[in-house]
Structure formats: structure tokens, C-alpha cells
């Protein structure tokens, strides 16, 4: 199955970037970022930024952009069945030099899994310096951690807000 990510969510004045790797099936279906009700990325991010959690999309993302957070993926393109990671192949990495050229302010890259870090460092080359940090998947599939010792790892947006 051919898969196209989504436009991102950001503002002028964003600061930090978050990346998955590429929409998953359910996301596709819906046409929403983290769609999927059992990925964690909403609910840490509700949680981290101390609001109440909605689960409508437009107050989902004027969450982030009034945090000063984009959230777009690596990946433009990619052919897979499912939405595992691990499946993805003919990708196509988004074009990060004119995203990251018309966002100055961003400093720091935060991915959402190994999987979305690997993709960007084989496919991005960055001109100028970021501070990039691997964080655990908020997927469902990412079972091997609980997700209080994920958000854990996810406060760190704190420090950087």
C-alpha cells in the first residue's frame, strides 16, 4: 500500500520539532496525526503541557502550536502493509532544508522512536546544529516500556519549553 504523510502541524515561532516516523493506518483512516487510540503521543502530550486532555483534533493541535511545537514526519512517502515500522520500504524522506530554513527558531529535534531517528539520520543531512533526542515510541506496538516510564522520557519537552 502506498502511504503519503500529512502536511505538518507548526507554527511560525515553533521551537521544537517532533517526528514520527510516517501516519499509520488507522491515522491515514482518519487523517489525524496519532489517530490511533492506543498510541500514547496525545495523552503525554496533554499530560506534559498540563491541560486537560480532548480528543478533538483541532484543540489537539492548537495544543502544540500554542507550545510552540511542530509535529510533522520523516517520511513523505513509503509503500507498506500495516502500520508497523519494521514494514516500511521504498521511503522517501520530507524535504527537512526548506522546513527547517522557513523555522529558524527550532532547536531541537525530538523523535518519536528509534525507527523515525534512524530514517532522518540516513536521509537528512542539516546544515547547521540541532540538538536531536531519540525519545521511546508512543505506538502500541512499542510494548517494552510502560507508559509512566515513557513519559518519563517524554517530560524532557518541559525543559525545552
Request: charged share 20%.
Amino acid at each position: 500500500m502506498k502511504s503519503f504523510s500529512f502536511a505538518p502541524i507548526t507554527s511560525n515561532d515553533a521551537n521544537i520539532l517532533i517526528l514520527g516516523t510516517m501516519p499509520g493506518t488507522k491515522s491515514l483512516e482518519i487523517n489525524q496525526y496519532y489517530g490511533h487510540k492506543q498510541n500514547n503521543f496525545w495523552k503525554f502530550m496533554f499530560t506534559i503541557l498540563k491541560e486537560d486532555f480532548s480528543d478533538d483534533y483541532p484543540t489537539k493541535k492548537a495544543l502544540l502550536q500554542k507550545n510552540k511545537i511542530a509535529l510533522w514526519d520523516v517520511l513523505q512517502f513509503c509503500e507498506r502493509v500495516g502500520s508497523l515500522d519494521s514494514a516500511i520500504k521504498n521511503e522517501i524522506a520530507n524535504d527537512f532544508e526548506t522546513f527547517l530554513k522557513s523555522h529558524p527558531n527550532i532547536k531541537t529535534i525530538l523523535f518519536n522512536g528509534q525507527k523515525a531517528a534512524a530514517f532522518f539520520k540516513k536521509y537528512v543531512h542539516l546544515q547547521k546544529e540541532y540538538n536531536l533526542i531519540t525519545l521511546p515510541s508512543s505506538s502500541p506496538a512499542n510494548a517494552s516500556k510502560t507508559f509512566q516510564s515513557k513519559l518519563e522520557e517524554w517530560k524532557i519537552i518541559e525543559t525545552l519549553i
